[in-house]
């Protein structure tokens, strides 16, 4: 194996990179955004507040992320009054449809790991905010979503390396993100061993950035449980 063809091309394929950064960052945070709204209406007891949350999970969890994103590239295109409309600027950009996409499904995933989260929190904390008179809202503001947070951290850890690894989907519209740079640069090189090689060398450091950050807000998050004793009195 020769690899100096990686050397070479190394810095192309950290300019594949950062276009697979800037595709991961952003679904996570927007796709964070949209999950919210739609786990705290999956908690609701109510049928019919519940019901569309539940279909757009279940859609997006039980599809290929592979379809979604030809759906949204391919499919937005096939209608007029989307190329006729102001969105069209966005859509046509595979780049934003890969974005969409995105975040689409790791909405999906990411509003049910929240919704786990706010259903394993203890009865009797829930019961404590009603006995000291807060409001619904007060509640999840002060103490059902900072716990929420607290319990989502190693899930929702694992739910962005997911993300990362799926990034490498953008490359079948035509994105050069670092899977779509090394399939360039191996058609030039025939060097497939070597170029794969180093892109998933890339992407296994960005995955070990990932894990530390995580245990890192996730100790500090949840730092105070391991100092919770209970002290027996000396029975002498």
Same mark, same amino acid.
């Not at 960052?25 to 739609?38: C, F, H, T």
């Not at 049928?47 to 994103?69: E, H, K």
């Not at 790991?113 to 904390?125: D, K, M, T, V």
């Given at each position: 194996?020769? !690899?100096?063809?990686?050397?070479?091309?190394?810095?192309?394929?950290?300019?594949?990179?950062?276009?697979?950064? *800037?595709?991961?960052?952003?679904?996570?945070? +927007? /796709?964070? #955004?949209?999950? =919210?709204? @739609?786990? +705290?209406?999956?908690?609701? $007891?109510?049928?019919?507040? &519940?019901?569309?949350?539940?279909?757009?999970? !279940?859609?997006?969890?039980?599809?290929? =992320?592979?379809?979604?994103?030809?759906?949204?590239?391919?499919?937005?295109?096939? !209608?007029?009054?989307?190329?006729?409309?102001?969105?069209?600027?966005?859509?046509?950009?595979?780049?934003?449809?890969?974005?969409?996409?995105?975040?689409?499904?790791?909405?999906?995933?990411?509003?049910?790991?929240?919704? /786990?989260? #706010? *259903?394993?929190?203890?009865? /009797?904390?829930?019961?404590?905010?009603?006995?000291?008179?807060?409001?619904?809202?007060?509640?999840?503001?002060?103490?059902?979503?900072?716990?929420?947070?607290?319990?989502?951290?190693?899930?929702?850890? &694992?739910?962005?390396?997911?993300?990362?690894?799926?990034?490498?989907?953008?490359?079948?519209? %035509?994105?050069?993100?670092?899977?779509?740079?090394?399939? %360039?640069? @191996?058609?030039?090189?025939? %060097?497939?061993?070597?170029?794969?090689?180093?892109?998933?060398?890339?992407? +296994?450091?960005?995955?070990?950035?990932?894990?530390?950050? !995580? $245990?890192?807000?996730?100790?500090?998050?949840?730092?105070?449980? /391991? %100092?919770?004793?209970?002290?027996?009195?000396? $029975?002498?």
């Amino acid at each position: 194996m020769d !690899f100096s063809v990686v050397i070479e091309y190394f810095p192309r394929l950290l300019s594949g990179t950062w276009i697979t950064l *800037q595709l991961v960052v952003l679904s996570v945070v +927007l /796709g964070g #955004i949209v999950a =919210l709204p @739609i786990a +705290l209406a999956r908690v609701s $007891k109510n049928r019919w507040i &519940n019901s569309l949350p539940f279909a757009y999970i !279940f859609f997006f969890r039980g599809t290929p =992320l592979l379809v979604q994103i030809f759906l949204v590239y391919y499919g937005a295109s096939q !209608f007029e009054v989307v190329r006729e409309s102001m969105f069209w600027p966005i859509l046509r950009e595979p780049y934003w449809c890969a974005v969409i996409a995105f975040t689409l499904n790791t909405s999906a995933y990411t509003a049910e790991i929240f919704r /786990g989260a #706010i *259903q394993a929190i203890p009865r /009797g904390e829930v019961e404590a905010c009603m006995v000291v008179g807060m409001t619904k809202a007060q509640m999840y503001r002060r103490i059902l979503l900072p716990r929420a947070f607290g319990i989502v951290l190693p899930a929702y850890g &694992n739910e962005i390396i997911l993300m990362l690894k799926g990034s490498a989907l953008a490359s079948t519209i %035509t994105l050069l993100d670092l899977t779509g740079m090394a399939r %360039t640069i @191996i058609a030039r090189t025939y %060097t497939p061993i070597e170029i794969f090689l180093a892109a998933g060398a890339i992407y +296994l450091a960005i995955s070990i950035v990932v894990i530390y950050l !995580f $245990k890192l807000i996730e100790q500090r998050q949840n730092r105070y449980l /391991g %100092t919770l004793s209970i002290k027996v009195p000396d $029975k002498g």
